[in-house]
């Protein structure tokens, strides 16, 4: 098993910045992605961002790019999620997830959930 803590998450105005933490816990060592998805209220949970294990390969929603930028720590077992440029749109529970393999993360297919971090932008 593995387990995921974010933190970071809270409020901010428009165009501000956040960065959210993610430490994984446990048999981190048959985890082969990271990333972040959100759901805002009364919305489907969305893929945001991923990254790869070893060559760090990342990928990011469209609604995000160059807003957002993904990035890990493996001696940490750490990854984040730098959040520049907020827009209210971006209300939402960030959730860390973390997947065994490689294909398919941004559809979903995850094996692991963390508990969500909670990320208001005012207008």
């Known amino acids: 098993q593995v387990q995921l803590l974010e933190s970071g998450g809270g409020a901010v105005q428009a165009g501000g910045s956040l960065r959210l933490s993610c430490a994984a816990s446990?048999?981190?060592?048959?985890?082969?992605?990271m990333g972040w998805f959100r759901q805002a209220p009364g919305k489907q949970r969305d893929f945001v961002a991923t990254i790869t294990n070893g060559d760090r390969t990342t990928y990011y929603a469209d609604s995000v790019k160059g807003r957002f930028t993904i990035s890990r720590d493996n001696a940490k077992n750490t990854v984040y999620l730098q959040m520049n440029g907020l827009k209210p749109e971006d209300t939402a529970i960030y959730y860390c997830a973390a997947a065994r393999g490689r294909v398919g993360v941004s559809r979903g297919n995850i094996d692991y959930w963390g508990q969500g971090t909670q990320v208001t932008v005012s207008s």
């Open positions: 446990g048999r981190t060592f048959t985890v082969a992605t």
